[in-house]
Every structure is written in structure tokens, then in C-alpha cells.
């Protein structure tokens, strides 16, 4: 895939935001606009918001439309919760830890360093009450979030140089967003955050030296490559990442009981769909990287994943530790789940899959 077609519409996260039109009403069907972090028409994510606000429309019979905007039409890719709060957009579809410095707590929602698979994930937020935490957190700025899509297991970034221990991260200017930020702030990198269509610029100027963004898919669309040769992986920082959709609760509750329903379950819906297509995609794609590329896939040495694996607990104890409840709560539910979650993951789906790869070729 062209990177400069995604690039040329991502749009800068210093870029002025458009003034956005009041939403259509017309004969009881309306009109809501989604602003996403995404770049349009961009792999699994993007082309994930878009299916999802299709189907919000075909399902509602046009009562609900969506209108989606990719990055940077109407606001900055990382003022995309912002407009939802001001009343700018109904629907914003991006990363809860891009909004950290809002609550600390929002981080737990989307990849958390060493933490959660993606279906443990699901299963916190679902049935052992991440939901409920999460509404709470988000009922202080009047919005409402919704798991919308599933990356899988991410890669662990673009390197220019191999990494032979954590000497090789002290000063390294890396973007990295979450939770995950900082682990590698305490292994001495510089981190830093930017939407997706901003990296390449910044790895090309030389502003960064290293980056992850998601995995194999999308990376291949944004052409890290043609700068770094050295792909890490699996990520030790975003186990499983989970995108969200959020609404204006408000103009949420105002909708008829069969419309909120829709909203919902078209959310879960693309959280799978999301799934499928990574699974899908990725390998292609890393095929792709490697053989038509020259990319070099490493895994991190066991220094970086040991002194990740101790700045992690050191980083949720801090937030088991917090002053603000509601971080508390989130972590303190969190940490309870995983304990509960891993062990159907390690005891049953990991063994089975060491046999696996043992035994079955086919």
C-alpha cells in the first residue's frame, strides 16, 4: 500500500480544527459525526471505524447515520475526545490511553504492559466489572465508552540499530504511547506520542529513532521499513490492544432503547471483525516486510523484557498505590481479573499451543 496516501490526509496534530456543523435532524433520523484518530481508509483501524458506522446506519434504517471523519478533516487526530466532550462531534473512535492525562485510569482499557490479552481484556471489561469502572471514569466528562475493535498481540517497534540490551535504549527517542510509555521511560528511552500519520515524518527528520505503532498490517501501509530495518517483536507493552468508540452519553441516553442497542452491539461486533482482520493480515504482511523489504525480525533481548517486566510492576503498583479512587479502582480491579483471566490463558490455551507447534504439521 501507498504510505503518502494515508499520510497526506492524517493530518497534524497541530493542525487548526474545522468548525463543525450542528448534526442533521430531519423527520425523527439523524446525523452524527464520528472524528477518528485514524487516517483514512487505513487497514483494520480505519477501514474498522468506517464498516462500523456502515453498520450503525444499515442496521438503524437510516433512523442513526454516521458520518465519518479521518484524521485531521475536522479536528487533530489526538483532539478527537476532546470534540466529543465540547459537543463538537457525537462519536469519536480512537485509543482510551491516548487520553491519560485526563484519568490515568483510561490506560487500563487499552494495552497494558504485561498485562491482558486481547480476549482477557474482553472478558475484564465485560463481565468482571471494567465496564462499570470505565463508565464511571468517563461520566465525568460526560461521555461513553465502547470496546470497538482488537489489534491482537502488537509488535514491539521499528529500531534503526539492534538492541543488545538496555544500554542501547538510554537517551533512544521513541514514540510509544500508554502505560507502555512509561516502561520504556524508566529503561531510559525519551517517549514521546503521535498519531499515526505523524511517525514516518519524524523517523524520516531524524526527530525519532524508533517507533511502534500496531503490528505488520498497518506498519506496512505507513512505511516505517524505508527507515528502520529492525522490527521487534512480540510487544511486551501492548499484549492486547483494544481501540474504543466513544458517544456523547447525553445524546446516547436520548435515543430510543432499539438505537443504544445498536450502537452496542455493532461495538462488540467490530471488536471481533477487528480481530479477524489482523489475524488475517498480519502475516501477509510480514511476508511482504520481509521478503520484498529486507526487514530483520528480532526478539528483544531477556535484559529488555526482564527490566520491562520489573518497570511494569513497578509503574501499576504506583497506580494499586494512587490518591485518585477512581485510578485505584481501575487498577485494583484490573490486577484482581488478570489473576483470575491467566489462568484459563496459561493453564489451557498456551499449552495447547506449545503442542502445536510440537507435534502438528499439516
Request: with cysteine; aromatic share 10%.
Amino acid at each position: 500500500m501507498d504510505r503518502r496516501s494515508f499520510i497526506k490526509k492524517a493530518g497534524l496534530a497541530g493542525a487548526a480544527a474545522t468548525t463543525l456543523a450542528a448534526p442533521a435532524i430531519a423527520q425523527g433520523n439523524q446525523t452524527w459525526r464520528m472524528v477518528t484518530t485514524w487516517p483514512k481508509n487505513f487497514p483494520g483501524l480505519g477501514v474498522g471505524a468506517q464498516r462500523l458506522a456502515d453498520r450503525i446506519t444499515t442496521a438503524s434504517d437510516g433512523r442513526l447515520t454516521i458520518q465519518v471523519y479521518a484524521a485531521g478533516e475536522l479536528v487533530p487526530p489526538l483532539q478527537s475526545l476532546d470534540a466529543v466532550i465540547d459537543g463538537s462531534a457525537e462519536m469519536s473512535h480512537g485509543a482510551a490511553y491516548y487520553w491519560q492525562n485526563k484519568s490515568q485510569g483510561l490506560s487500563f482499557f487499552t494495552g497494558v504492559p504485561y498485562g491482558m490479552t486481547s480476549r482477557e481484556l474482553t472478558a475484564w471489561v465485560r463481565y468482571l466489572g471494567g465496564q462499570e469502572i470505565w463508565d464511571e471514569i468517563y461520566d465525568q466528562f460526560g461521555v461513553q465508552g465502547f470496546l470497538s475493535g482488537d489489534t491482537g498481540t502488537q509488535a514491539g517497534g521499528w529500531f534503526r540499530n539492534e538492541l543488545t540490551g538496555v544500554s542501547d535504549v538510554q537517551g533512544l527517542r521513541f514514540r510509544t504511547p500508554g502505560l507502555g510509555g512509561r516502561v520504556w521511560e524508566k529503561l531510559g528511552a525519551s517517549v514521546t506520542n503521535m498519531a499515526a500519520g505523524e511517525i514516518f515524518q519524524a523517523l524520516q527528520s531524524g526527530t525519532l529513532d524508533a517507533a511502534e505503532f500496531v503490528g505488520p498490517y498497518n506498519d506496512l501501509a505507513l512505511g516505517f521499513y524505508q527507515i528502520a530495518k529492525n522490527y521487534y517483536f512480540p510487544s511486551f507493552i501492548e499484549p492486547g490492544l483494544a481501540t474504543e468508540l466513544v458517544v456523547d452519553k447525553a445524546k446516547y441516553q436520548e435515543l430510543p432503547q432499539n438505537l443504544q442497542a445498536i450502537i452496542r452491539d455493532v461495538c462488540q461486533a467490530e471488536y471481533d471483525s477487528v480481530a479477524a482482520d489482523f489475524q488475517a493480515n498480519d502475516t501477509r504482511a510480514m511476508q511482504t516486510l520481509i521478503n520484498d523489504h529486507g526487514v530483520q525480525v528480532r526478539r528483544f533481548p531477556d535484559e529488555i523484557l526482564e527490566a520491562g517486566a520489573n518497570a511494569a510492576k513497578e509503574i501499576i503498583q504506583g497506580l494499586l498505590d494512587s490518591d485518585d479512587a477512581l485510578t485505584k479502582k481501575t487498577a485494583e480491579s484490573f490486577v484482581e481479573s488478570l489473576r483470575v483471566v491467566r489462568q484459563k490463558t496459561e493453564g489451557t490455551d498456551s499449552l495447547f499451543m506449545q503442542a502445536r507447534e510440537k507435534y502438528f504439521e499439516i
